[in-house]
């Protein structure tokens, strides 16, 4: 799922492909005006979570898990190589 950033004018310009987009695509548009946040337009089916909640899911997740400090260095130094391989996202908005 990928977030858009658009000003209210795309929006009202672009709505049904935004709703479209939505929700066949899973996009969500962050919706500005004069450069401030105001709205945003989500699937219905995306659950906005908070942070504590990701925190706690995740305690749970790995409260078995047990990992030598070395290991979990190396996980994250492949997780790293890994985001640095991957091609930057298209934006079809800009045309």
């Known amino acids: 799922m990928s ?4 000003s209210v004018t795309e929006a009202a310009r672009n709505f049904s492909d935004c709703i479209n987009r939505a ?3 899973g996009t969500t548009f962050i919706i500005h005006k004069g450069g401030k946040p105001v709205a945003r337009i989500v699937p219905m089916e995306q659950k906005l979570s908070k942070g504590r909640e ?3 899911a995740l305690e749970e997740a790995l409260k078995d898990v047990h990992i030598s400090k070395e290991n979990a260095a190396a996980w994250l130094n492949e ?4 985001r640095t391989a991957l091609p930057p996202p298209i934006d079809r908005w800009k045309s």
Do not use: N
């Not at 977030?3 to 658009?6: A, L, M, P, V, Y």
């Open 3 to 6: 977030e858009k950033s658009i």
């Open 54 to 56: 990701l925190g706690s």
């Open 79 to 82: 997780l790293e190589e890994a």
């Open 23 to 25: 929700r066949y695509q």
